[in-house]
């Protein structure tokens, strides 16, 4: 259990874009909350640090993660960030992931949740209550991979060919390689993290997403590895004979069900009957889409919160990106940020104040009071900024 003093310090990236606009926002409700759930006597010293443009503006041109931002987030271990421009050119894939593998936060936590009054497409938004853990590090995004007709390309395929005797694949001229890392260390860190969450947080099951049905040694291995730890270090038991497992819970609750499906049916499954799903553990790729998948359930990226968090290291973030068309004009979504600062304070054991906090928001798109992106989609309900719906949310805090 993290030991988080009255007065923390903590680290923020306002981030670029709308990152301007929500940033501030989130900050508002959370110290109104905090405010609401202690008085004076806890209150967070938000400390600005920089990634991103802003960074560049503020350190010179080519600095887009500075040193002090990665000190002030490990010093620190909780920290909250807005989304990110990455630079064009210059080597970076994405800010966010060299962050993420920078600071090894191999976990991307991803509560998938309705919440009341919020558009859905589904017909039953009430019952969607998952929690996505995505390994973070490995798979395809580890970004080992080369151009087709380039020199290293060429060279591997011949060596696939000839060393290897990869025969039974003609590589085409002009191919295109990318690589797809999947270790035993990296997948059991992810499965362990999610069934201590099922088993702290009382949920019903826990699904190894996978395509192992295709890709025997990387999503195979995967769910292999996953009932390996259920079965190893936690002590689960089959079910049934089967290859599903059964955990007891240790304070007498209902036993968690250890399961697998192949990613394409989770996509299909998850969408028809939520009620079968709870906390997901899955890859990189399935992971970002899934995430995306099921966020669109219960009204999109605008209110789905994130978490990134490695073994002591957490950063909470929005999961939309910079939206630059709607950049400065105060119509954004705070939902996304404003629920990732939810779980940070959850994280730091201020449940009360996140709860008050998540519970005011509610009521606030309950209430009909919502920005533009939900107004678009609801009938009979009042259009606010980013700063009014933020005011929103205060107004019943108080
Ligand atoms: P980036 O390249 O940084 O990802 P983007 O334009 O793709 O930028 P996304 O955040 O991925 O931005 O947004 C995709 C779409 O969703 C955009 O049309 C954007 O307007 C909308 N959107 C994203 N976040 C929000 C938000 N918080 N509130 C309202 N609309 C949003
Ligand atoms: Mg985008």
Redesign the pocket.
């Known amino acids: 259990q993290l030991s988080v003093p009255d007065h923390p310090i903590i680290p923020f990236i306002e981030g670029?874009?709308?990152g301007a606009d929500?940033t501030p926002a989130m900050r508002r409700v959370v110290d109104a909350a905090v405010k609401k759930a202690w008085g004076g006597k806890r209150q967070i010293a938000w400390m600005e640090v920089y990634a991103g443009e802003k960074a560049t503006r503020v350190y010179g041109d080519d600095v887009w993660l500075p040193d002090e931002t990665l000190a002030a987030v490990r010093d620190h271990v909780v920290s909250i960030k807005g989304?990110?421009?990455t630079p064009v050119g210059g080597g970076m894939r994405s800010l966010n992931v060299a962050l993420r593998q920078t600071l090894d936060l191999y976990v991307c936590e991803r509560p998938v949740r309705w919440f009341n009054g919020v558009p859905s497409p589904v017909r039953h938004p009430e019952h969607v209550d998952m929690v996505i853990f995505r390994e973070n590090a490995e798979d395809i995004y580890a970004g080992i991979e080369w151009q087709a007709g380039s020199a290293d390309a060429d060279r591997l395929i011949r060596y696939l060919r000839e060393e290897m005797g990869v025969g039974n694949i003609r590589f085409p001229e002009q191919c295109g390689i990318g690589i797809k890392p999947v270790s035993e260390a990296g997948s059991k860190r992810l499965v362990r993290k999610a069934i201590r969450y099922a088993l702290d947080h009382n949920r019903r099951s826990v699904t190894l997403v996978h395509k192992g049905n295709i890709m025997k040694f990387t999503e195979g291995a995967f769910k292999q590895w996953g009932y390996e730890v259920a079965r190893e270090e936690f002590g689960a038991e089959p079910l049934d004979g089967g290859p599903w497992l059964s955990l007891a819970h240790p304070d007498g609750g209902e036993p968690i069900v250890i399961k697998d499906m192949i990613a394409d049916a989770m996509m299909q499954e998850a969408l028809l009957h939520p009620r079968d799903f709870d906390v997901v553990a899955t890859l990189n790729l399935n992971g970002d889409y899934l995430s995306d998948a099921l966020a669109a359930q219960v009204g999109?990226?605008?209110i789905a919160p994130g978490a990134n968090r490695g073994d002591s290291i957490a950063m909470f973030e929005?999961t939309?990106?910079?939206?630059?068309?709607?950049a400065g004009t105060n119509?954004?979504?705070?939902?996304?940020l404003i629920l990732s600062a939810t779980m940070m304070l959850e994280y730091m054991g201020w449940g009360e104040a996140a709860t008050l906090l998540t519970d005011a928001m509610e009521a606030t798109i309950a209430g009909g009071e919502v920005?533009?992106?939900f107004h678009q989609v609801m009938d009979n309900a009042t259009l606010l900024g980013t700063t009014e719906f933020a005011e929103a949310v205060v107004r019943r805090l108080e």
Not at 320 to 326: C, E, Q, R, S
Not at 331 to 336: C, F, Q, T
């Open positions: 670029d874009g709308i929500v989304p990110l421009t999109g990226i605008g929005a939309h990106g910079t939206a630059p068309k709607i119509s954004a979504n705070p939902g996304s920005t533009g992106d």
